[in-house]
């Protein structure tokens, strides 16, 4: 068998450490597992942040300058590549460990920046203003004057359990993974513990479904164990299908033995020897990643034939979405896996009793799935401690939008939603005013900024009428207009209803048509009034009832909410689109007729020139007139008028 | 022996369940999916190909028609909505004369919206043949049309 | 295991494992439903079964939900109604509002769930679709902008009938259902069978009607007007009509013809005799040699297509004779228009059939190369029994009238042609005669009868043991072919058609097509032939004068230029 690249050859020692308890280590190991892990380290370390969102803000350039500077200078450093720390808005991300002292990160650079800055630190100084903090290490050197990580606020707050070592460790190191304490509860399961005590002690350990509903993930893992059958699956949900929900992704990209590790514990819970990962075609780099986690951990024996001699079988396969949002339903999954169309079909009865292949299949998500190893090696009692009442663990938040601060937020459930929003990610970006936020991904809440008092907490969050969802937060501020946003979505699921059921396809169509109509001119002289804008707008509130009612799958059970909370929350707003044809945040420019004032006009034909839709015509040096059918309100008449002459109403 | 049939036997099991790893190991390899190879797949699984268009007709994946030289792919997850990617849509299908899903006469460009390409923190973001362009605006556009026009030449 | 549930405050029995749907049903409360269909998969998609359950937080479809002990259901509550109500008006609310000019309006199914439930004021509004409507087949028309998706016709198509044609393409609201690479049904795979249209609640799915210009042609004094129906319109329209105590609906039928203008009526049940001797004696020279076993029938003009299209293999298994009324057709336009001094030319000749894939039949090259059509249109049950009421002719007042010569005399061989296993039972009857010389000792065989798709006897002879096989619903005769060729199972003679339970379940048939309806037309056929001495082809005299007259003998070189044909493989995307 060829050995994997990404290993060090050091089999032996890795494996020592995962099978014995930390208490039984040598000195001579516990210096071995500190190399290992990179606590320390013999040679300068250089380690770039290469997840998705770091490729894109320019991750490869900086890796190229790195790798460049270094072959030029023919230095002997290790570089090598890294997650998301979870600070997306100031990737890209560079760390640079010497030895003996603490890493240090810096952000938001361009390649320009790389020498100057590898020149710098390479002769003990650091360079001012790019970094982002240090790591704290109480047997390394730290830099003067550089704050310590856990001391900034973003970091400060949270409570990183998965998101521990992302961003710092080498995802593509199964040795770095078994040296931070990887594979020990994994071992330790199918050692001392039959299957049913894993269902039970995750059952204790009170962990929900992360990808919102809250399902007891032990009872699904139960039902699955106690259904008879030749065989059973474990499905991992990596589909992540949500706009702006981008945890999970971090997790595979930043830690995916975590990942592997909880789907061994999960499989030999229920007594699947067959696993899979669903995820979407789009996550290149969580495919590549898992695909060589997988690989390793075959090469290391935690996958294959009676694994460890301790007589349990797994193989873990990747399926590769090709991209429709329902497919995150779990059925829908499933018809995609079994190669149809992935439309919903009823439950029950539930995949845990007939699901992949009509055999058992639990489906859990990959964050769900994540936490397993944390629990199995620290016990379900202390799980308990991390959360408050009925939710235990912890949650990651994906933050995006106009906050400040944007990307991956893990805190202890029960912590308020203010405290994510505003202490953690900042609030609003540049000085503006805190409107709400967006919870839950399509199909999730708005809250109004006075309401995020809320803990996090599946009950609590339905209590005020909100969801938690996969737990994606859009951050609004003062310019983001309630109505504009709501159509969006609404407009999205009726792209992304499966199109089996009635009230889920024609009502979300019917629902996209009202809202497009209340923020467009109205298209035909069929639509309406105000008082049949206002009156449709009411009739939705009704059929939104219809539609949470009798939907087959959650999709369209769902799909109302974002319309609902944000007519209870920012009603205001959706009388001033009616009735005022007015948009307050001035995003909704179809709503404006633009016309051109004769006296003002001199006929410069500027406005005409400029205009996108050619709707301004007339005859130089007399005035121009507006053709409101061509017009698309997008405003540039008025910017580029040098006579204030263009109006709107 | 065409390369779609090498494509099918790489493919050990016979069966639905390897029908959409079969679809899009055709379509990386010929950039779409055309009448020959879903007649091909339909018959090496035996499935009629009103089921395998059905099925790739459901999935955002699977295109029936060839793409441009240069693919553009304009994010409008939530993050991006918010940053008026709809404007730089528009400014894409006023240059380029073609709607999502449209490829351009000449060949050159193709458009497609995405739901969220994971860029969240660098809204509004396109990519045009993988390389991405993070925070655009739409008065840009044309400058990165015209730039992508004259590496083709 | 019965157990006890609670409906609407009443205690019931009902079986443990069952649907909520088939409990409600057997203690008579009627909920509505469009997706569901008794023999096909469930998909619980229309949610118009819904009710409430005690404990469930959501509303439940009945269709897919089991029952449980003690289960408490509400199956008319206001929420429920209001769900329901709701539904319908959002199908409604871009529904084209031309319900008057509609070929189903009256016997549409969405008309009447809006009745049901009430829908009185339009309070949803939506944009209209605007799909195109397809005419490119010679069958069936498809009109996207009715289709409700209820993805009936797409699993009787794939479940019953077994060619796939259709499916659902894209999603949410672009959801529709389409053929392989969205190409127009004519120049897709669909056979023409119609199984799809006559479950279609809506007029979505519609036969392509040849009814138009007819008054016209009628009236016509150049034209000389023909028409012949087939056995199976006859059984159909007692029913349809109420004529059940009435012995001689053919007479009815014929006296309705005369009425509405046609100058000469015949049975196509002649045409059926005619293709029983061919067939038998094709069939005995291709026993004797072995040849190109097992002989399928070619009756059914679906099936034919599929053989040309799925299975060219198996052209030569198909007999080369044309089908009952194409034959007819061909002996109209000869033997008829010889015998009466008429220029062919001059005939118009109709075809009334249950039968949508005759539409294509006559296009197809088969009955093109005679030079003319044999036949100049196509009607179906559904179109007659509109003519008959354009016509304002009331069918219980008709006094009976006998058919046209020469095709007069018939045997109810002929007649047994409308359902499933008769054409192989008529078939038998002459094989066992040609070989042996003599009339079966027992003629009437049940083990053709009854209400299996695939029906096996086999008969002793002197060239030994012919193995027959009727096989109906053609999903069900793909498997067996394919079990016959790959040598699981072995026929001398397979009769095969595409329509469950035959000619008389076929796509032209009035809608709704019940169980019920057709079981009670099976019966009506088997009952003419329990009553008929003529009861085989070879007894059939008129039949015997054609041979004299034009054809010679059956299987003769003349009678094979004259009734039988050539089949050819069709190339469509499969
Ligand atoms: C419309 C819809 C989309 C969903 N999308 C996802 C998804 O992208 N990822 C996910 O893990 N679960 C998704 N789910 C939830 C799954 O159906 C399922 O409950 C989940 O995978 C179970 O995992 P858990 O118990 O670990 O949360 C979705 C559900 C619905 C109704
Ligand atoms: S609710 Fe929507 S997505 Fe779910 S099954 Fe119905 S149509 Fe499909
Ligand atoms: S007519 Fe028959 S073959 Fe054609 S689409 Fe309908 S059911 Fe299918
Ligand atoms: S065409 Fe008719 S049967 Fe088919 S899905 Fe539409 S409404 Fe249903
Ligand atoms: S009949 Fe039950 S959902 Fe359609």
């Not at chain 1, 307050?584 to 016309?595: A, I, M, W």
């Not at chain 2, 730089?88 to 193709?110: A, N, P, V």
């Not at chain 3, 490119?136 to 009936?152: A, F, M, N, Q, V």
């Not at chain 3, 077994?162 to 999603?171: A, E, I, K, W």
Request: charged share 25%.
């Amino acid at each position: 068998m060829s050995k994997s690249p990404y290993t060090t050859g050091l089999k032996d020692v890795v494996l020592e450490v995962a099978i014995k308890q930390p208490s039984e280590y040598s000195t001579g190991l516990i210096r071995k597992i500190e190399l290992l892990s990179r606590v320390r380290v013999e040679k300068p370390l250089i380690m770039i942040g290469l997840n998705t969102s770091g490729k894109i803000a320019g991750g490869d350039r900086i890796k190229m300058a790195v790798e460049e500077y270094v072959s030029d200078r023919k230095l002997d450093v290790d570089v090598s590549e890294t997650g998301a720390i979870g600070l997306a808005s100031r990737e890209p991300i560079l760390g640079v460990q010497l030895p003996g002292r603490t890493r240090i990160l810096f952000a938001e650079i361009v390649e320009e920046e790389v020498p100057l800055i590898l020149d710098d630190i390479f002769h003990q100084i650091v360079p001012k203003e790019k970094f982002l903090g240090q790591i704290r290490h109480d047997k390394l050197d730290p830099w003067m004057d550089v704050p310590f990580l856990d001391e900034i606020p973003f970091f400060a707050l949270q409570n990183r359990l998965l998101l521990r070592d992302c961003g710092i460790i080498d995802p593509l190191s199964i040795d770095e993974y078994i040296a931070r304490g990887g594979y020990r509860g994994f071992l330790k399961a199918i050692r001392n513990y039959t299957y049913e005590e894993i269902c039970s002690i995750v059952l204790m350990s009170g962990l929900k479904g992360r990808s919102g509903n809250g399902f007891l993930t032990g009872e699904k893992w139960k039902l699955a164990y106690n259904t008879s059958s030749d065989q059973k699956y474990l499905v991992c949900n990596a589909e992540e299908s949500d706009p702006g929900a981008f945890m999970d992704r971090a997790l595979m990209e930043g830690n995916p033995h975590q990942l592997i590790e909880g789907i061994c514990l999960a499989s030999y819970a229920i007594g699947a020897t067959k696993a899979y990962i669903y995820i979407r075609t789009e996550y290149l780099e969580s495919i590549r990643k898992l695909e060589i986690a997988i690989e390793s951990a075959r090469e290391y024996g935690f996958l294959g034939h009676n694994i460890f001699s301790s007589g349990f079988n797994l193989s873990i396969s990747i399926r590769k979405g090709p991209g429709a949002f329902v497919c995150g339903e779990e059925t829908a999954l499933l018809a995609s896996m079994e190669g149809r169309r992935g439309m919903p079909r009823s439950k029950p009865p539930y995949p845990a009793e007939r699901g992949f292949h009509r055999k058992p299949t639990v489906i859990n998500n990959v964050e769900t799935l994540s936490n397993v190893p944390h629990i199995v090696v620290n016990g379900p009692e202390w799980f308990d401690t991390l959360g408050s009442g009925h939710c235990t663990g912890t949650k990651i938040f994906s933050v995006s939008g106009r906050a400040k601060h944007t990307g991956l937020i893990e805190v202890p459930m029960g912590t308020s939603l203010e405290s994510v929003v505003v202490d953690i990610a900042g609030g609003a970006r540049e000085g503006k005013k805190l409107k709400g936020i967006h919870i839950g991904g399509p199909s999730g809440c708005l809250l109004p900024a006075d309401k995020l008092d809320i803990p996090v907490c599946f009950d609590a969050l339905k209590d005020a009428g909100a969801v938690l969802g996969a737990g994606g937060i859009l951050v609004l501020d003062e310019k983001v207009c309630i109505v504009d946003l709501v159509t969006y979505f609404m407009d999205f699921m009726q792209q992304q209803s499966c199109g089996k059921c009635i009230p889920c396809r024609e009502g979300t169509l019917r629902m996209s048509e009202i809202l497009n109509d209340i923020i467009r001119k109205p298209l035909d002289d069929e639509s309406h009034s105000s008082l049949d804008r206002f009156k449709s707008l009411m009739s939705l509130e009704k059929l939104a009832d219809v539609m949470r009612d009798t939907s087959l799958c959650g999709l369209g059970q769902m799909a109302p909410n974002p319309l609902i909370s944000s007519l209870t929350y920012f009603r205001k707003e959706f009388e001033d689109h009616i009735f005022d044809r007015n948009c307050p945040s001035n995003v909704c420019k179809e709503l404006r007729t633009y016309y051109i004032d004769v006296e003002l006009c001199t006929g410069c034909t500027i406005c005409a020139k400029k205009c996108p839709e050619d709707a301004i015509i007339g005859t130089e040096k007399h005035p121009y007139f507006i053709v409101s059918e061509k017009c698309t309100g997008c405003g540039i008449c008025k910017d580029v008028c040098k006579f204030s002459a263009v109006f709107y109403n | 022996m065409g390369k779609t049939e090498e494509i099918l036997n790489q493919f050990h099991q016979v069966s639905r369940d390897v029908l959409i790893p079969m679809l899009q190991a055709v379509q990386d390899e010929c950039g779409y999916l055309s009448e020959e190879a879903i007649e091909k797949i339909g018959s090496h699984l035996s499935l009629p190909a009103s089921k395998i268009y059905g099925l790739a007709t459901f999935y955002n994946q699977f295109r029936f028609a060839p793409t441009g030289k240069f693919h553009i792919q304009v994010c409008n997850g939530s993050a991006c909505h918010l940053d008026h990617s709809i404007s730089i849509l528009k400014e894409l299908f006023k240059h380029l004369g073609i709607r999502d899903g449209e490829t351009t006469r000449d060949g050159m460009f193709s458009l497609e919206v995405l739901a969220c390409i994971g860029a969240c923190g660098q809204s509004p973001v396109i990519a045009i043949n993988g390389v991405y362009y993070p925070k655009v605006k739409a008065g840009m556009i044309k400058d990165i049309l015209e730039i992508t026009k004259l590496k083709s030449s | 295991m019965m157990i006890k549930i609670e409906v609407n405050n009443r205690t019931v029995q009902a079986r443990k494992g069952e649907t909520i749907l088939s409990a409600l049903g057997n203690c008579g409360i009627h909920v509505p439903t469009i997706c569901s269909m008794a023999e096909l998969s469930p998909t619980g998609a229309c949610r118009m079964c819904v009710v409430e359950v005690e404990g469930q937080e959501k509303l439940v479809p009945a269709c897919s939900f089991p029952v449980s002990e003690w289960m408490k259901i509400r199956t008319h509550s206001p929420r429920v109604l209001r769900a329901r109500k709701t539904n319908v008006e959002l199908l409604l609310s871009n529904h084209p509002d031309d319900c008057l000019y509609c070929e189903r309006n009256g016997n549409c199914e969405l008309q009447k769930l809006a009745e049901d439930l009430n829908v009185r004021d339009r309070r949803m509004r939506g944009r209209k679709s605007k799909l195109k409507s397809d005419h490119s087949g010679y069958g069936i028309i498809r009109d996207p902008e009715k289709c409700i998706l209820c993805s009936r016709c797409v699993r009787v198509c794939e479940e019953i009938i077994g060619v796939s044609t259709l499916d659902f393409v894209n999603r949410g609201s672009n959801l529709k259902i389409e053929t392989a690479m969205s190409k127009p049904i004519g120049f897709s795979n669909c056979i023409d069978c119609g199984q799809c249209l006559i479950n279609c609640p809506t007029g979505a799915l519609i036969e392509k009607t040849e009814f138009q210009n007819l008054d016209h042609i009628l009236d016509d004094k150049e034209k000389i007007t023909v028409v012949q129906y087939t056995p199976a319109v006859a059984v159909s329209l007692a029913d349809e009509f109420d004529l059940k105590g009435n012995a001689d609906i053919k007479g009815v039928m014929n006296a309705a013809l005369r009425k509405i203008g046609f100058d000469y009526i015949f049975d196509s049940s002649f045409g059926g005799d005619v293709v029983v001797m061919e067939q038998a004696s094709e069939f005995v020279e291709r026993f004797g040699k072995k040849s190109n076993l097992p002989m399928i029938t070619a009756s059914c003009p679906s099936f034919v297509k599929y053989i040309e299209e799925f299975s060219p293999d198996l052209i030569s298994n198909l007999t080369t004779v044309k089908s009952p009324h194409q034959a007819m057709a061909s002996l109209i336009k000869t033997w008829f228009t010889k015998l009466n001094h008429i220029a062919p030319e001059k005939v118009f000749s109709v075809l009334i059939t249950t039968c949508t894939a005759s539409k294509y039949e006559v296009h197809s090259d088969e009955s093109l190369k005679s030079g003319d059509r044999d036949i100049d249109a196509v009607l179906s049950t559904r179109e007659l029994i509109r003519l008959i009421k354009l016509n304002g002719i009331d069918v219980n007042k008709l006094e009976t009238e006998p058919s046209d010569g020469p095709f007069h005399a018939t045997t109810s061989a002929g007649k047994l042609f409308a359902v499933s296993g008769g054409e192989a039972e008529a078939t038998v009857r002459s094989i066992y005669y040609l070989i042996e010389q003599k009339e079966m000792p027992e003629p009437r065989m049940n083990k053709f009868r009854g209400s299996r798709d695939v029906r096996e006897v086999s008969v002793e002879t002197k060239q030994g043991e012919i193995r027959i096989a009727s096989v109906s619903g053609l999903k069900k005769a793909m498997k067996i072919l394919e079990e016959i060729k790959s040598g699981k199972r072995e026929y001398d003679f397979i009769e095969i058609m595409v329509c469950p339970d035959g000619c008389v379940g076929g796509g032209g048939q009035p809608i709704p097509l019940l169980e019920s309806d057709i079981r009670a037309r099976i019966r009506h056929v088997y009952e003419i032939d329990k009553n008929e001495t003529l009861n085989a082809a070879h007894k059939n005299s008129a039949v015997r004068k054609m041979y004299e007259e034009l054809a010679r003998a059956p299987w003769s070189k003349e009678s094979k230029l004259l009734l039988h044909t050539e089949h050819e493989e069709i190339k469509v995307l499969k």
